[in-house]
């Protein structure tokens, strides 16, 4: 250990194996955190790995590159707020086919919101 450590392990449990094995407590077994942590690790892999073979899947892959991503490189992205607002009120106001297929699906009864 350095001299000028502001770090002082000190004790009659302190080891050189505590030191570089701090995932065990004295009695051998794995701290909480370290169980928590290796928890978490698993949850992400399996999120991650759904990802991988669901959501982003050679199918979804195509369609965003062919969609979202051509938009992007063609440069027909939204400038401001207002240009935002103005497409939204279009889309709500005269539907392409497939949002017009849909929408009664998630449109309330226009008294839906009277007393």
């Known amino acids: 250990m350095a001299q000028g450590s502001a770090i002082h ?5 302190i080891s050189i194996d505590r030191i570089l094995n701090c995932a065990k407590k ?5 701290c ?5 942590r290796d928890r978490w690790v698993e949850h992400l892999k399996k999120k991650a790995e759904h990802t991988a073979k669901v959501t982003y899947n050679n199918e979804r ?11 992007a490189m063609e440069g027909n992205l939204i400038p401001d ?11 709500i106001k005269s ?3 497939n949002w017009s297929e849909k929408k009664p699906e998630w449109e309330h009864p226009r008294t ?4």
């Open 26 to 30: 004295m009695n051998g077994q794995l």
């Open 61 to 71: 892959a195509t369609m965003i590159l062919n969609t979202t991503y051509k938009t």
């Open 112 to 115: 839906y919101f009277d007393a």
């Open 81 to 91: 707020r207002e240009a935002l607002v103005t497409r939204i009120g279009n889309m």
């Open 95 to 97: 539907p392409n086919s």
């Open 9 to 13: 392990w000190t004790g009659t449990n």
């Open 32 to 36: 909480k955190a370290v169980i928590k």
